[in-house]
């Protein structure tokens, strides 16, 4: 969130209209995609953490079944619809960005 906001204050352009657009950004850089990489990153080291940090959320089974893994499904396709909504720079930022956090 905070890196989209530093670059949106170093650009040196004028910000005046384009709030929804700025909040769309911060909202997707921080929350949205940070929270989908966490996800999946949450579900791909369910077995490893089941061995070494068994209180975590999915492998205590608070977060039952494959509800970590359809949580980082649906917050990619947010991330995406999102991402579109920010002309083609900021969907092919968003897509780089899911695809590092699937990586």
Do not use: K
């Not at 975590?56 to 079944?65: D, E, H, K, L």
């Not at 980082?72 to 999102?82: E, F, N, P, Q, R």
């Amino acid at each position: 969130m905070w890196a989209y906001l530093c670059g949106v204050g170093s650009v040196g352009a004028d910000p005046a209209g384009q709030w929804g657009l700025i909040l769309l950004g911060v909202l997707l850089a921080g929350p949205i995609v940070c929270g989908m990489s966490q996800a999946a990153n949450d579900w791909c080291d369910r077995h490893v953490d089941a061995i070494n940090e068994p209180d975590r959320p999915i492998p205590s089974g608070r977060v039952p079944g494959r509800w970590g893994l359809w949580v980082a499904l649906a917050m990619s396709a947010l991330a995406l619809l999102i991402g579109y909504q920010l002309g083609p720079w900021g969907f092919g930022a968003t897509i780089l960005g899911v695809l590092a956090a699937r990586a």
